[in-house]
């Protein structure tokens, strides 16, 4: 079964870090891209990151640029989310997400709450 | 950046109607664009693809059309199953976006 699992969300006070991950099982990592999404409380779809297969291209959107950091390993099926300088604005489910034919493979999402 | 417009933001309808919901792009994204639905406290599905594919186990009578800068997902003889909120999303280029949404109601 292609399956995505994240996890490492939690309450964290502004300013802090916080590094997600996500495993993925059921399909070979590095055939794809992965992206991380995010939902804000009652608020719609954001994108945040894109990574290449090979990790060689990578692009972030621009309110997270800067603190944010998007790496995988291939080899451990694994994608991660390294998140710095959390602000209240980066409250949000965050999601894992496969894309092929658009984003066709997502996980369950893990939840960030900045707030002191 | 390219944005995406969404409408209408909200939608009641009945069971056995059919329903449309359009995206507008802020520029051509020729046929670049997907469609979701997200249910409450559940991960959002993939439901159309590259404008008018239909995923894989989606059934028949969601359908996607359009190209360059307007888009549209119809629902045929809805389901009590349909009543979800609708996401299009373009990745045209890699700073993807998303509609606001609409959430389609029971009337």
């Known amino acids: 079964e292609v399956q995505l699992v994240e996890s490492g969300g939690g309450l964290i006070q502004p300013g802090g870090s916080l590094r997600l991950s996500c495993a993925a099982s059921g399909f070979t990592l590095s055939s794809y891209v992965m992206n991380w999404v995010r939902q804000a409380p009652g608020k719609g779809l954001e994108w945040v990151s894109y990574i290449s297969g090979s990790a060689s291209t990578i692009h972030y959107s621009d309110s997270v640029k800067g603190r944010f950091t998007i790496s995988r390993d291939n080899a451990k099926n694994s994608l991660s989310l390294q998140m710095n300088s959390l602000r209240a604005e980066d409250t949000a489910v965050y999601f894992c997400?496969?894309?092929?034919?658009?984003?066709?493979?997502w996980g369950q999402g893990t939840r960030v709450t900045v707030s002191s | 950046d390219i944005q995406v417009t969404q409408s209408p933001s909200t939608l009641s309808a009945s069971v056995g109607d059919r329903v449309t919901i359009t995206c507008r792009a802020s520029?051509?994204?020729?046929?670049?664009l997907a469609w979701y639905q997200q249910k409450p406290g559940k991960a959002p599905k993939l439901l159309i693809y590259t404008a008018s594919n239909l995923e894989s186990g989606v059934p028949s009578r969601f359908s996607g059309s359009g190209s360059g800068t307007e888009f549209t997902l119809t629902i045929s003889n809805l389901q009590p199953d349909d009543f979800a909120t609708y996401y299009c999303?373009?990745?045209?280029?890699?700073?993807?976006?998303f509609g606001q949404g609409t959430k389609l109601e029971i009337k």
């Open positions: 520029q051509s994204i020729n046929n670049w």
């Open positions: 997400v496969r894309e092929d034919y658009g984003l066709d493979v």
């Open positions: 999303q373009q990745y045209y280029t890699y700073l993807y976006t």
